[in-house]
């Protein structure tokens, strides 16, 4: 079964784009885009002449009974990857081996840097795994994406989307072939992602956070928990 969901979502939801001309016609490159909303993955790709490769948790593709069938048919359809998040180091090796194999195929690959979604809708501290090691490994250039409203088009816990048009940016690529080698250091891999963060931010305008998503999204969530106990007491 294939999905083509980029024109309907064109038509429905119009969104804009700025900067497509920063997509090369040919060759690899990293799509390395905010996160906001579970929605990120399909207007990105619908805005674009090229498959772009994300990558999705595998359990996604392993469900049971009909709905897992279907469910793992539309990944599939859209351009994702299953993820086994399992193994000592889970889905980070994972991801990196998947977007490698992408690459060296000459396709695009498309990575949130921040690891999770935004919980807020400000821009949070990149880990430095991943993209970092890809674009090293690779040498495939980095464009920065920002996807503008998204969030309010899909809220996260919400089903049914709302109207509202959305917009994406799309920066200059980055070239990082001057750290090439150099993908066990550290302060290296922090280096080339907090640059390409730095860039996503310019073209957000959103507000950055340096701590990680993972790290504000359980700070609220505890925050939550404490005013409930509170109301409670």
Do not use: C
């Not at 194999?101 to 991943?130: A, C, H, N, Q, W």
């Amino acid at each position: 079964m294939k999905f083509s969901i980029g024109g309907p979502l064109r038509l429905a939801f119009r969104p804009w784009v700025e900067g497509i001309e920063n997509v090369p016609a040919e060759g690899p490159a990293i799509l390395a885009s905010n996160h906001l909303s579970f929605s990120d993955s399909f207007f990105l790709p619908a805005v674009l002449d090229r498959k772009v490769t994300f990558i999705a948790k595998a359990e996604y593709f392993t469900s049971p009974g009909v709905k897992g069938k279907l469910t793992a048919a539309f990944f599939k359809g859209v351009g994702q990857l299953p993820v086994d998040r399992s193994g000592a180091r889970g889905a980070g090796e994972a991801a990196i081996k998947s977007g490698i194999e992408v690459l060296e195929r000459g396709e695009l690959f498309g990575i949130y840097p921040e690891g999770t979604r935004s919980p807020d809708g400000r821009l949070y501290r990149g880990k430095p795994g991943g993209l970092a090691r890809v674009a090293l490994a690779t040498g495939a250039p980095v464009i920065p994406v920002a996807m503008i409203d998204t969030e309010k088009v899909q809220p996260p816990g919400k089903v049914l989307p709302k109207m509202v048009r959305p917009g994406i940016r799309i920066g200059k690529p980055l070239d990082f072939s001057r750290y090439q080698g150099m993908e066990g250091d550290r302060y290296i891999l922090r280096s080339i992602t907090d640059e390409v963060m730095y860039e996503i931010m310019k073209l957000s305008g959103q507000e950055y956070v340096d701590i990680y998503a993972t790290a504000a999204k359980r700070q609220i969530a505890e925050a939550a928990k404490a005013a409930e106990a509170q109301k409670k007491a």
